[in-house]
């Protein structure tokens, strides 16, 4: 019997639900599937009750999360006890970001924040949000700057800090690369590339809902995950690609960036978030902080 096991079974317990569930522990539905399988194996007993349509506890299910939700609780103390004790002494500070952070947000921030706290060192991790938040659960890092998921964890506080401005890479022999200004009906019959869902859900649903709401459907030439490769995919004429702001810094030649014109009702849909674990104390994460409010404004204007 792991905590990890335990977890998936509370969160299954207070959703009712195998995909909400999943959402909300930042990992896929058959991984949660596997761990609440191993644990009622090793307790020998059923502990859900799975058809197609709903998720139930059985009588021994019930009993055992109420017990269940204790050793979680005493673990989280546990863990942010000795954590608390740790960062009284911290003086590195780390940071994951998401790729739009990594390149646009912390360049941006660091110098101001090094030139206020040169005896705090900064550890700096970019990946994908649902890499991230388990890191900031683990301990691994101390703040991340991350798209914020639709069901969120509890035990993490987030931050909104900005919405990122979304664009249009388009070939630069293309027609639509000498507009200054296109939309989504411009592009109803270009082929396009998209992110990958699962690790990518925002900027995938950006283009497809964005499609779906102009009563057009999107035609899906190419999946991609990282937006260095979707930008490279674009220079050589696979397709167009709606992508924020940020990419346009990507060192890729044959590419132009066109602003994209959407409806206000579209415009916040690429949210950006700082996010910590909920009553842990760190001064060097507190300070970092103070230093990113002093400067959003100024941030959130080149986003």
Known sequence: MELRQLRCLVAVADTLHFGKAAQSLNMLPASLGRHIKLLEESLGA???VRTTRSVSLTEPGRN????????????????ATFRDSRQDQASILRIGAIDSAAAGLIPQLLPHFRERHAEIDVELLEQKTIRLLPRLLSGRLDIAIVRPPEVRDARLV?????????VVAVPES?????RTKVSVEDMADAPLIVPERNS???SHDLTMKLFLEAGLTARVAQIAEEKQTIVSLVSTGVGLAIVPRWASRLAVGGVSFVSLDLPDSARNRLAVSAVWVRDARHPARDAFLAVLEDRLSALAATA
Do not use: G, M, S
Request: glycine letters at 0%; hydrophobic letters at 40%.
């Open 174 to 178: 293309h027609p639509l690369a000498k």
């Open 200 to 202: 990518r859900p925002h």
């Open 46 to 48: 059923r502990l859900l």
């Open 64 to 79: 055992f999360v109420e017990a269940a939700r204790d050793l979680i609780e005493q673990a989280d103390r546990l863990e």
């Open 158 to 166: 987030y931050q909104h800090l900005f919405y990122e401005t979304a």
